[in-house]
Antibody
Framework: QVQLVQSGSELKKPGASVKVSCKAS????????MNWVRQAPGQGLEWMGW????????TYAQGFTGQFVFSLDTSVSTSYLQISSLKAEDTAVYYC????????????WGQGTMVTVSS | EVVVTQSPATLSVSPGERVTFSCRAS??????LAWYQQKLGQAPRLLMY???TRAAGIPARFSGSGSGTEFTLTISSLQSEDSAVYYC?????????FGQGTKVEI
């Protein structure tokens, strides 16, 4: 069965970095794009961008450039989200979600990773 | 970017009732619209894609309709387990955008 399993919760100090992982199983990793979605506490869903799992090419939504980096390790079917220079407003749950093509809905989601930024 | 607007923000309903959610896009998204259900403390789950196609395992009481800029999600007979926030999302254009959600209270 399809699974996207994300790494556990993180507590970081302002200015630190964090790397969230999303390990895929139950399907051919390179056949699906991987998206990243942010949900701040009590707020809605915000699309951060996606990464082409064939080429490794990332695309970032406006507001998610510079500080955020998507990457892959196809040998272990895993996508990564790295966030640098963390600020309190980066506190959120971060989800990975796969899509089967450019104009496809997000059919499976990871369980989410809570990143808390606090001094 | 395509702005997606959902209404109402909150619905208070009783089990067995018929419920309808509205989703409006600021420009046409054709039928490239999805609905997701997010229960408290859980990840979103795909309910509907292509505006009107149920995702695998979704009960038949959920139905979707619309195209272009106006869309609806209907639950024909609300069950207690349907308490959640429902989001619509357009995937016709970049960036992908979500509505702000409709919370269903039972």
């Amino acid at each position: 069965q399809v699974q996207l399993v994300q790494s556990g919760s993180e507590l970081k100090k302002p200015g630190a970095s964090v790397k969230v992982s999303c390990k895929a199983s139950g399907y051919t990793f390179k056949s699906y794009a991987m998206n990243w979605v942010r949900q701040a506490p009590g707020q809605g869903l915000e699309w951060m961008g996606w990464i082409n799992t064939n080429t490794g090419t990332p695309t970032y939504a406006q507001g998610f450039t510079g500080q955020f980096v998507f990457s892959l390790d196809t040998s272990v079917s895993t996508s990564y989200l790295q966030i640098s220079s963390l600020k309190a407003e980066d506190t959120a749950v971060y989800y990975c979600a796969r899509a089967s093509g450019p104009k496809r809905a997000f059919d499976f989601w990871g369980q989410g990773t809570m990143v808390t930024v606090s001094s | 970017e395509v702005v997606v607007t959902q209404s109402p923000a909150t619905l208070s309903v009783s089990p067995g009732e018929r419920v309808t959610f509205s989703c409006r896009a600021s420009e046409t998204v054709n039928s490239n619209l999805a609905w997701y259900q997010q229960k408290l403390g859980q990840a979103p789950r795909l309910l509907m894609y292509g505006a009107s196609t149920r995702a695998a395992g979704i009960p038949a009481r959920f139905s979707g309709s619309g195209s272009g800029t106006e869309f609806t999600l209907t639950i024909s007979s609300l069950q207690s387990e349907d308490s959640a926030v429902y989001y619509c999302q357009q995937y016709n254009d970049w960036p992908r955008t979500f509505g702000q959600g409709t919370k269903v209270e039972i």
